[in-house]
Every structure is written in structure tokens, then in C-alpha cells.
């Protein structure tokens, strides 16, 4: 079966989606991730859902998203999916993602220089990517699951962004730093197993690879192309001990905090500064 048998529009983002009031109805990419990041982490994000704010990084990545999103659907319909159409749908995103997300901007000047450094990030991307304008997705923005109930787990559920022609799994990142090879891949591991496992259940097939596209933030925008190798044996066993690892640190309420370089940029340092421990592991007294 071909994945592109499986879509005819694109379905929620339910992997961005913490929402689910049972912690264990599912697992996705980005609750893999961030459990393994620090529990405590995913203990107020999942379990006490404290509500965060949308910094402008991250508004610009969601904004990124969607263009990105609306350029791969115009090809797969054979529409037009020019840099000047993609241009009034920023636009227009921009607009809405503002309205959706509350935004509070310091300033007009901060809002205008950040929708310029998100444009300028994507008009870059339009011009140098490396897939062909004419070539046409196997499948956008697709919901896929994949039962894991024999080995005593949930279900696997991801919405995977693009799929290239030849089973190529694609995926798009923008970051303020220019990752290395060995970065992308390590930090990107859990996130394109999923996906790679995902692939396989839908279509029966192997992935073709894995392409990394990280859209840099820096002065001059850069593009930065990572491709992988189809998921290994090996890699495929760590996804499941990480699986395995997650569910039963849940079932124990083991909701430790993992203090690190990413508590810099953590929505819930204040939360985790005043976490005393006890008997729960994840109330605050």
C-alpha cells in the first residue's frame, strides 16, 4: 500500500497536541523526547498542562511549519507553489498565527524584525532547497499509528511532514545555531525512528532515507541538509527501550528533574526551582 493511499488532506498534529488526559493513551515523538529530556518537564507539561507562553522562536517555527506545509500541499495538487504565492501565505499565517496564539509583542519594531527574519529564512529555503519545484510528495502532513499492544505498550502516533518521492522522510527544523551531522542525527534520533516506524507500518516498505532540513536563523540564512541512512536494527531496538523506559517511568510516577543545558530555555524553570521532591515525585509543596 502506498502512503499516499492514506491522505487526502492534512490531519491534526496530534503529537503537539497535550491535551490527552491519559498520559498513556499514546506515545508520541515529541513526549518520547521530552521525557527523556527531563521528567519532571513532561510531568508539568502533560500531567499538570501548565499553561506556557509562545516565545517569538517558537512562533517563528510555527509559522515556518505552516508555509512549509502549504508549499508541499500546493505541489502534491499540482497547484502553485511559487515563491510569490508562498509569500501571501506567510503573510496571511503570520496574521493568523497571531491572533491564535495571543501573541504579545514588546514592540512594532519586534514584531517587524522578527516576521523579516522569518521570511528571510523561508524565502531562502525556497530558492535553494533541494527538492525540485515539479516533483511531487508521496504524502504531506500524515497521521499515522502503529499498535504496539502485543509488546505491552501504546500506540505509536506521529503526523510525519513530508514524504519525498522513493520513500524519503523529511522533516523541517529551524534552530538560531548551524547543526553539525553528528547533532542533527543524535538529537533527531528518537523523533525520525518514530517516523521511520511509522513509514513502515503504512506502507509495508523500508524508507528510502532521511533528510534533516534545518533552516538557520543566522545573519545570512542558512540551509543546512542532513541526510540518514534508513533506520538500523540497532537504532530500532533503542527506540523501543526508550519506549519501554517511558512507560514504566509514568506508571512509577517517576518525575524527576534533569537539570542541564536545556532548563536555559525550559517554559517551567520557575515550576522546577520550587519542586521539593516527596512522595509523588512531581508535586510541588
Keep these: 500500500m502506498s502512503i499516499s493511499n492514506i491522505i487526502s488532506m ?47 522562536a517558537l512562533f517563528i517555527g510555527q509559522i515556518v511549519h ?12 499540482q497547484e502553485d507553489a511559487s515563491i510569490e504565492q508562498m509569500e501571501q501565505v506567510f503573510s496571511a499565517s503570520w496574521v493568523e498565527g497571531c491572533q491564535e496564539e495571543d501573541m504579545i509583542w ?30 511531487k510528495p508521496e504524502a504531506v502532513e500524515v497521521t499515522v499509528e502503529r499498535d504496539f499492544m502485543v509488546a505491552g505498550l501504546p500506540p505509536l ?7 519525498r518521492q522513493g520513500g524519503c522522510i523529511v522533516d523541517f527544523k529551524t534552530t538560531a545555531r548551524t547543526p553539525t551531522p553528528l547533532q542533527a542525527k543524535h538529537l533527531n534520533e528518537i523523533q525520525m ?31 543546512v541538509v542532513t541526510p540518514l541512512d534508513p533506520m538500523s536494527p540497532g537504532q530500532a531496538r533503542r527506540l523501543m527501550a526508550q519506549m519501554e523506559s517511558y512507560v514504566q517511568g509514568i506508571e512509577a510516577e517517576d518525575f524527576v528533574p534533569s537539570p542541564g543545558q536545556h532548563c536555559s530555555w525550559c517554559d517551567y524553570f ?7 521532591g516527596g512522595v509523588n515525585h512531581g508535586q510541588q509543596s
Design 157 to 163: 502516533v506521529g503526523v510525519i511532514d513530508l514524504v
Design 193 to 223: 525512528s518514530c517516523y521511520c516506524v511509522l513509514y513502515r507500518e503504512a506502507t509495508g516498505n523500508q524508507e528510502g532515507g532521511v533528510e534533516l532540513h534545518h533552516l538557520v536563523k543566522t545573519k545570512a540564512p542558512k540551509l
Design 270 to 276: 520557575k515550576e522546577c526551582r520550587a519542586w521539593k
Design 10 to 56: 492534512p490531519l491534526p498534529a496530534v503529537e503537539r497536541d497535550s491535551s490527552s488526559a491519559d498520559p498513556l493513551k499514546y506515545i508520541s515523538a515529541s513526549r518520547l523526547k521530552c521525557f527523556h529530556t527531563c521528567r519532571l518537564q513532561w510531568f508539568f507539561r502533560y500531567i499538570k498542562q501548565i499553561p506556557t507562553t509562545t516565545s517569538p
Design 106 to 135: 514588546e514592540s512594532p519594531d519586534q514584531e517587524s524584525g522578527e516576521r523579516v527574519k522569518a521570511w528571510s529564512i523561508l524565502e531562502h529555503y525556497l530558492n535553494n532547497s533541494p527538492i525540485p519545484l515539479d516533483e
Design 66 to 77: 505552516r508555509v512549509l506545509q502549504a508549499w508541499n500541499l500546493a505541489r502534491w495538487r
